[in-house]
């Protein structure tokens, strides 16, 4: 193990500069006309994993992405680890924001800055590092690994479900480890028990065949912009509470043991709202902070376009207006349930002066497990002989759709160990990971698969 | 005179070919990139009215765009004519909307299709072609004009009212005349004697410093572009009624009298609404259409921006959201009153949660004449001779700023002398000019001249 240990200790220079390449493949999943960027890097994370010592690595095809597979079956009567992650990477815009290019990845104060670099690239080139450290010291892994790395986690996991029903022998597993979610906080390294699912539409609302002069039709037919704006508006209370009608049936209720947990968490509500550059917090009353975020669903605007956005004026009366909107969702909230409860309201109370399209986009079902099984612990004493710290017991307020999946079709439970920190702009400009927890992550991942291993 | 309509009658063809190129220049006041276009447009007018005849023609400065002005006062004890009109032109976008390029002038069925064909260059460029058929047969007008062209009336005029009063001299006159307006309908020509007035915002919301992860942070700060539709719902009730305090404390009544006029109008609420592809009309409560458009001040949001608007999901929590607003303003509301009644409002209504910036663009005054005035009058014999038809009073709902300013600063009466149809497209995809109503208007303003120089 020490020889293990010093060899990652060693060669950390170069994981940074092979992780600058991944992260220069441009693997859009969102936007069609980075299809090839995609495959690319897809054969790139295949290439990794060979290089690293995996066996039978392949691209294997979906009506989608191609998810690279490999594995390693050399250690009989030994756990199987079924190690999950994702390729592919977020759109960039807004592209001016970003201090350097998103994919020329630059490290500045021991960050390393790119698009995908804590979600999820780096996390994934960590595991696939920890494994080639063990096979160039031992030449052997202290269990069987599988990896399962897909290409269309950022547009909601479209063909995994299906891909998961179809390979169940190929993916069969003790545990699924999953490094795709970010430590409490600098610092505080944690292991994730819970996260939420989400519900994603598009609205477009058109009010007349083409854009108007608002002079000369002005007064005489609705205005898609402003009708949006009243719907929209009729989605949330004064007070942060969702006003869809059943919204809130199915949540499970926060035990009093848990927010008692929660309060003792080193959370600092200021430091926390000066990162943010937020005037003050804000959310559903009668909830603390990380309640709101791990443990409440929530209603979001994700995007909103109409008419003229340029500089200066111009007075159209606009043909149509769009917005994008996603919920959140907590366990046992059901992701169709809750889109049928949307769909209902919004044709609801939006007016018959225009013509109204619901899109629903993606979601995935909210999972949350209980942190007492064999798995979570040795995750645990990973963290602990990685980061030299014990890990604390966080949930997430982000979607991870594939754990439940994993959890129904495979009947695998799942590891969420994670490195990255709350404040890398995983979905934002300016992307990045703390180099220093991306090299104790190797070294816990290292941990890891002894810990699982003797579990 | 008959030579004069013979000369305009024989040269059809060229004025279209000619327009063409007038039309070919992407004069757009509103976009900076376009600076140089703008000034191209000015030199083309300017080159334009001296081929016509006119003398001491000049590009005057202003710290925006030039103002073309050129004259002939070669009519001693004539009337002299001010004609207004504007070589600047409104944005193109959304391009993808245009069946043929905006500034590659396309005809179609007896109409000239592209930006700036009706609003203004095309109505402009009629009463060049007037001028020079009275120059090229008769060596004279029979009576003096002066025209003045400016660039800013897509911008909102910003530099005019300052350059009227530094030039009363150079622009005394007895009357206005201004071609900006449509005609009630096609075979309807019309007399406008209202205009509505404008005041122009933007606003900005911002949230939080960057984009944020919409799993990770939501619930735990508000979401701006969902402060920014809540604002905006608060502006109108479901009635359509405006809802700042005080908006319509200035209000002038629509008379009993006015109401039954109007009434008369041939217009068909069902094709209207066809035409514009409306599911129904709709505006505030009480009012007929054509009294909402022309009579009524109105609310609307002219544009809407924030967060993720490309193909697909993309689960951010905008860090900004932006609106364009505007006003249309009835007689005797005044823009800097409203401005202030809304500007006080919008930071009344919008929660501590945001950080909101209110920025007002632009503006004009609202205006109304009598009608039974001599021009007028004169500008109906016109209309009757050009077109075969008597014309009907109107209103229009537009806003034409530089009215008020001629009759507060010069004292002087305007008559609205418009050709353009209601359904040309003037700020939107597809603008066009019905090219009949284009060689009727050469005609008519040959009478309008002859008509004011006897009135």
């Known amino acids: ?92 815009d807004p592209l001016d924001l970003w201090t350097t290019p998103p994919f020329e990845a630059s490290v500045r104060d021991g960050e390393i800055y790119a698009r995908g670099a804590a979600d999820d690239k780096g996390q994934v080139f960590m595991h696939i590092k920890a494994v080639e ?12 690994m599988k990896f399962f790395i897909e290409g269309e986690e950022e547009v909601g996991s479209v063909h995994l479900d299906e891909f998961v029903r179809a390979h169940k022998q ?61 719907v929209l508006a009729q989605m949330k209370d004064r007070g942060g509470r969702v006003k869809i009608p059943g919204f809130y049936d199915d949540v499970r209720p926060l035990s009093e043991a ?10 600092n509500e200021t430091r926390y709202r000066k990162e943010l550059g937020a005037p003050r917090l804000f959310g559903e009353k009668g909830y603390s902070t990380l309640e709101r975020v791990w443990a409440r669903p929530t209603f979001e605007v994700n995007g909103l376009l109409s008419g003229f956005t340029g500089e200066g004026a111009k007075t159209v009366l606009p043909a149509v207006a769009m917005a994008k909107v996603s919920m959140r969702l907590v366990p046992d909230q059901h992701p169709d349930r809750i889109a049928q409860l949307f769909e209902a309201y919004v044709k609801k109370v939006c007016p018959p002066t225009v013509e109204l399209k619901v899109t629903r986009m993606h979601g995935g079902k909210p999972w949350m497990t209980e942190f007492d099984n064999k798995y979570v612990r040795a995750a645990g004493r990973a963290i602990q002989q990685g980061f030299g710290q014990t890990p604390v017991f966080n949930r997430e307020g982000g979607s991870i759709p594939v754990v439940s999946t994993f959890q129904e079709e495979l009947g695998l439970p799942s590891v969420l160990f994670g490195v990255g920190l709350p404040d890398e702009n995983a979905h934002a400009p300016n992307e990045k990971l703390d180099l220093g927890n991306f090299h104790n992550g190797i070294i816990a991942s290292a941990y890891l698969y002894r810990e699982i291993a003797d579990a």
């Open 1 to 92: 193990m020490d020889q293990v240990i010093d060899f990652i200790n060693v060669n950390r220079d170069r994981y940074v500069e092979e992780l600058k390449q991944y992260l220069a493949i441009p693997s859009i999943s969102a936007l069609p006309q980075h299809a090839a960027d995609v495959r690319r890097a897809a054969e790139w994370t295949g290439d990794a994993l060979r290089a690293g010592g995996m066996t039978d690595v392949r691209l294997i095809e979906t009506p989608g992405n191609p998810v690279v597979y490999g594995e390693w079956l050399g250690a009989p009567g030994k756990p199987t680890i079924l190690f999950y992650g994702h390729y592919d990477v977020q759109p960039v």
């Open 133 to 144: 450290a063990y096979m160039q010291k031992a030449g052997a892994l202290p269990l069987n």
């Open 170 to 230: 190929q993916l069969a597993a003790d545990v699924v480890v999953i490094s795709d979610s970010p430590m409490f906080d600098r610092g505080v390294p944690s292991i994730c028990y819970g996260l939420r699912g989400l519900v994603y539409f598009q609205l477009d609302v058109r009010g007349t065949k083409t854009d108007l002069h608002s002079g000369s039709f002005g007064g005489a037919v609705a205005n898609p912009a402003f009708v949006l704006a009243q």
């Open 258 to 267: 848990e927010r008692a947990e929660w309060r003792k968490l080193p959370f």
